[in-house]
């Protein structure tokens, strides 16, 4: 059972503890509400924060937009009738890096649990601002953890300079794929295509 995020502590006296968005929201890190979240904000963000803090191949960054996407197309892949709710979670769930950048996993093990419940109630108030639960159902978490490793060995593999049999074992067995899914999600795309595509996919999933 995952333990629920630990409350808010207050900023010393005089620091500033929110981030200005160009929407003109200002999100506040240990307090934020869902009222100051936009999805604008959210696709700008992820489009130009790097994955592999940008020890990629290509000639641009490979964003967490682009990541988002190769996700959700793994998910749907694997489980073609998976609701809108489902496919809304994992379209977002890096979605707090719009606010606090991609993390290696080295270095978040390194931080530990502070990281982690400031992840937590930034993903809690995005979810709660487009109608998902704050806290997911267990089976949805375990496919977003599974399609998210799987992007992993792929983006590991094709861009990030992993040898196969070091990629299986830090994200699991090779995910199966179409050429299709391979030519489409893993060269990087230039920001502004990112940010195009992630709001896009945003916009036609929460029409339904």
């Keep these: 059972m995952t333990a629920p995020p630990k409350p808010a502590r207050r900023a010393k006296s005089g620091t500033r503890a929110w981030q200005r968005m160009l929407s003109g929201r200002r999100l506040d890190l240990l307090d934020p509400s869902p009222l100051d979240v936009e999805l604008e904000d959210i696709a700008h963000g992820l489009a130009r924060v790097a994955r592999w803090n940008g020890q990629t191949q290509g000639a641009h960054i490979f964003s967490v937009a682009q990541h988002a996407l190769l996700v959700e197309a793994l998910a749907r892949a694997k489980v073609p009738r998976l609701d809108r709710i489902g496919r809304l979670a994992l379209l977002l769930h890096d979605a707090p890096e719009y606010v606090i950048g991609d993390m290696i996993s080295p270095f978040k093990a390194v931080i530990g649990d502070s990281y982690k419940a400031v992840e937590k109630r930034l993903l809690a108030a995005i979810h709660l601002r487009f109608g998902l639960p704050p806290k997911l159902p267990e089976r949805l978490q ?5 399609a998210d490793r799987s992007a992993a060995y792929l983006e590991a593999t094709r861009l990030a300079g992993f040898a196969e049999d070091e990629a299986r074992k830090f994200f699991g067995p090779p995910p199966k794929f179409s050429a299709a899914l391979e ?3 893993l060269s990087p795309w230039p920001a502004g295509t990112a940010q195009a595509r992630f709001r896009e ?6 029409r339904g």
Excluded: N, P
């Design 201 to 206: 996919r945003f916009e036609k999933l929460l």
């Design 142 to 146: 375990d496919l977003i953890k599974a």
């Design 183 to 185: 030519r489409d999600y």
